[in-house]
């Protein structure tokens, strides 16, 4: 099983931009469909982006639509959420997960998950 550990949260301002880094080891990574998810304490997990395996399709809520950005480097085991205009609605603890076969981009299709990372947007 695949051992995620993700990095680049931090406190940044309404407006502004943040990079998210996942690195996988352990596993054949780009045998996996890749995931951020986020949550916020007392409300459910909501995935926010999605990647396959090669790259080619990707997944996007409505949420985060048109500013975020997810990609991956295979070649790395790396898989990065580039996060632009961020929202102070934005904050929450952003996690890593991956899947072998998901059926569909839902929360519950990514069951390995890393410790995640805070990211939190002033106003």
């Known amino acids: 099983q695949v051992q995620l550990v993700e990095s680049g949260g931090g406190l940044v301002q309404a407006g502004g931009s943040l990079r998210l880094s996942c690195a996988a080891s352990g596993g054949t990574f780009s045998m996996y469909h890749m995931g951020w998810l986020r949550q916020v304490q007392g409300k459910e997990r909501e995935l926010v982006a999605g990647i396959s395996t090669s790259g080619a399709n990707t997944y996007y809520a409505d949420s985060v639509k048109g500013r975020f950005t997810i990609s991956r480097d295979n070649a790395k085991n790396t898989v990065y959420l580039q996060m632009n205009s961020l929202k102070p609605e934005d904050t929450a603890v952003y996690f890593c997960?991956?899947?072998?076969?998901?059926?569909?981009?839902?929360?519950?299709?990514?069951?390995?998950w890393g410790q995640g990372t805070q990211v939190t947007v002033s106003s």
């Open positions: 997960a991956a899947a072998i076969n998901p059926r569909g981009w839902l929360p519950r299709e990514f069951p390995n």
